[in-house]
Nanobody
Framework: QLHLVESGGGLVQTGGSVRLSCAGSGVTLDHYTVGWFRQAPGKEREVISCITGRDQPETTLYYRDSVKGRFTISKDINKNTVSLQMNSLRPEDTAVYYC???????????????????WGQGTQVTVSS
């Protein structure tokens, strides 16, 4: 059973940076496709970025258009974590951020929340203007 825990959220000013981390326990996270999602009040949960697992032919990345060039997803196999480095933050980035994981999930499906079996509890990121 995979258990996910996010950390690193907080309050930051516009233009600032935050690094979120998703720690996995119970299984090796590298074997799973991991996605970062966010949900703002009154809005649907949306994908930010995802990185495919070792069970896929190659490691591939996806980024939402609005975060391309600002956010970077990465894996640390030794720490069993997937991180999301967020730079040049904007007030519209304010949301609860979640990581999610699923095995045997290809890149073209990684944007859909329903495709994930495991979710973290979320971490709040607030960007002040």
């Amino acid at each position: 059973q995979l258990h996910l825990v996010e950390s690193g959220g907080g309050l930051v000013q516009t233009g600032g940076s935050v690094r979120l981390s998703c720690a996995g326990s119970g299984v090796t996270l590298d074997h799973y496709t991991v996605g970062w999602f966010r949900q703002a009040p009154g809005k649907e949960r949306e994908v930010i970025s995802c990185i495919t697992g070792r069970d896929q032919p190659e490691t591939t990345l996806y980024y939402r258009d609005s975060v391309k060039g600002r956010f970077t997803i990465s894996k640390d196999i030794n720490k069993n974590t997937v991180s999301l480095q967020m730079n040049s933050l904007r007030p519209e980035d304010t949301a609860v951020y979640y990581c999610a994981a699923s095995a045997r999930l290809s890149l073209h499906l990684c944007m859909a929340p329903l495709m994930y079996n495991y979710w973290g509890q979320g971490t709040q990121v607030t960007v002040s203007s």
